[in-house]
């Protein structure tokens, strides 16, 4: 897959079918958008081949809606009994803490809208978890101000560890549980109950049993807890853990025999190993994509699969072009670096901006390589403006190539986490696998879930 930085440089918009280059002259943007979501069709005969490529990736692809009618979830037929209570809880009450829930507010503070809406939703699953689970325990990976591992405490009556390698988080948390407890006592004076515990380590990423932690996570249970998780397990945890941490959870749930059950949902695909020692590997995982031989994801496929096609496709349909036509005046930038410096400025790291509607190209180059060494940083006498103002006229070609490359998201994320579904089937565990969050609001949207 090629990046879309790339369009100028290597001629990307070349390389697409003669029809295709052809019909998008003869669409609007908007349209195109609305293809894409499989929206009502328009009224246009489009291209057969494109026709076909949208039909298989729906074929192909877990439906991405958790509010589908007919959403794909990939259960093995021993969990069908533990999914059918997740998704319903009529066959039970879920244990929390009514009193703290009326005073849910206090838990919003230094919380953004987004990670409110997935910590609340995710919270609740991980706590349903346990309670299938027969476990009191969770350990939360990833933890970083401990959000989360707060929620499962406080709401849900659990024993928490939050497990953060960033000291300064790992003791952020623990200053914001001090304060919430405070708060709380202001609200509830009678108020008894313990704050989660926040532990500062790094998951072994060469060692998949990582005995030493597991001896310590038990200790801390007992000690401070009274839980007796070496008997009774523990449920292990990560909301979006990047790259290689996420198979690393998978693989300590694999051999750990007290982690009683994993609940993850994963991030940052294009930070995954794929090269390497077999043992090391993020990507592929399972017996059978290690079987063949064209398993191999680039690490642009990897990036793209961590957008929301649907963002991108609500932009082109509302018409919020300068959000878009910025993967333009990236393409050019790109073009002129090679061009002034060498292959050496190819793929290099420039500064986020954002496109207006008064910003020239200049100025554009201006913010984006702030950063640079003086010798490298863009100024007008390294382009012709005229040669540049063509390239810019075809940003619709390059909003219509990125459309393409983001319909190919869903198809990469569904690889990737159908081979994670596999490896727990390779060890006889029970996994579920399912759209849980809105992926407008949370793109990386797909929960992982096995219950021994």
């Known amino acids: 897959m090629s990046y879309i930085q790339d369009f100028y440089q290597d001629d990307l918009w070349s390389k697409l079918p003669s029809s295709w280059k052809l019909f998008f002259k003869s669409i609007s943007i908007q349209e195109l958008g609305s293809w894409m979501l499989d929206e009502p069709q328009s009224k246009k005969v489009w291209p057969l081949s494109l026709l076909a490529l949208r039909r298989l990736i729906k074929l192909l692809t877990i439906d991405r809606s958790p509010n589908s ?37 206090l838990f919003t503070k230094h919380i953004k809208i987004k990670k409110r809406y997935e910590i609340e939703k995710f919270s609740e699953i991980c706590a349903k ?27 849900y009556n659990l024993s928490v ?31 008894d109950s313990r704050s989660s515990y926040h532990l500062c380590a790094k998951l072994d990423q060469e060692d998949s049993s990582n005995d030493s ?9 007992e000690n401070t807890f009274g839980e007796r998780s070496i008997e009774e397990g523990f449920g292990l ?36 190993t794929t090269s ?38 609500d932009k082109m349909k509302t018409g919020d072009y300068n959000n878009l036509k910025v993967h333009a005046y990236r393409g050019m930038l790109e073009m002129i670096l090679i061009k002034k410096s060498g292959l050496i400025m190819r793929h290099g790291r420039v500064n986020s901006v954002k496109v207006n509607e008064q910003m020239t190209f200049q100025r554009y180059c201006e913010l984006a390589t702030a950063k640079f060494d003086e010798d490298k940083k863009i100024i007008e006498s390294d382009y012709d ?37 596999l490896f727990l089937s390779d060890h006889n565990l ?3 696998l399912r759209a849980e969050f809105d992926p407008r609001r949370s793109p990386r949207n797909f929960v992982l879930i096995s219950i021994k």
């Open 69 to 105: 009618d007919t959403k794909t979830k990939f259960v093995c037929s021993g969990a069908q009994w533990k999914c059918k209570m997740l998704e319903n809880s009529e066959g039970f009450k879920l244990p929390q803490n009514d009193l703290v829930f009326k005073h849910k507010s």
């Open 129 to 155: 978890c346990c309670y299938l689970a027969n476990c009191k325990c969770i350990v939360d990976t990833g933890a970083g101000i401990g959000h989360l591992a707060r929620q499962l405490s406080y709401k």
């Open 161 to 191: 560890i939050g497990v953060e390698q960033t000291k300064e988080l790992s003791d952020l948390a623990k200053k914001y549980d001090d304060e919430y407890m405070v708060t709380l006592k202001k609200h509830l004076p009678d108020f």
């Open 213 to 221: 932690l597991i001896e310590n996570i038990n200790e801390i249970f």
């Open 237 to 272: 945890i990560g909301l979006h853990p990047c790259g290689d941490l996420a198979v690393t959870l998978l693989k300590l749930y694999v051999k750990q025999p007290n982690v009683k059950f994993i609940s993850i949902v994963g991030c940052c695909y294009m930070k995954l």
């Open 276 to 313: 390497g020692k077999i043992n090391s590997l993020g990507y592929p995982l399972s017996n059978y994509l290690k079987s063949k031989s064209n398993n191999y994801l680039s690490y642009a496929a990897l990036e793209v699969a961590c957008h929301a096609v649907e963002n991108y496709c």
């Open 385 to 421: 403006v005229e040669e540049v103002g063509k390239h810019l006229d075809r940003w619709q070609e390059v909003v219509a190539f990125e459309g393409l490359r983001m319909m190919l998201a869903p198809l990469v994320e569904t690889t990737v986490l159908l081979d994670r579904f």
């Open 430 to 432: 029970k996994p579920l």
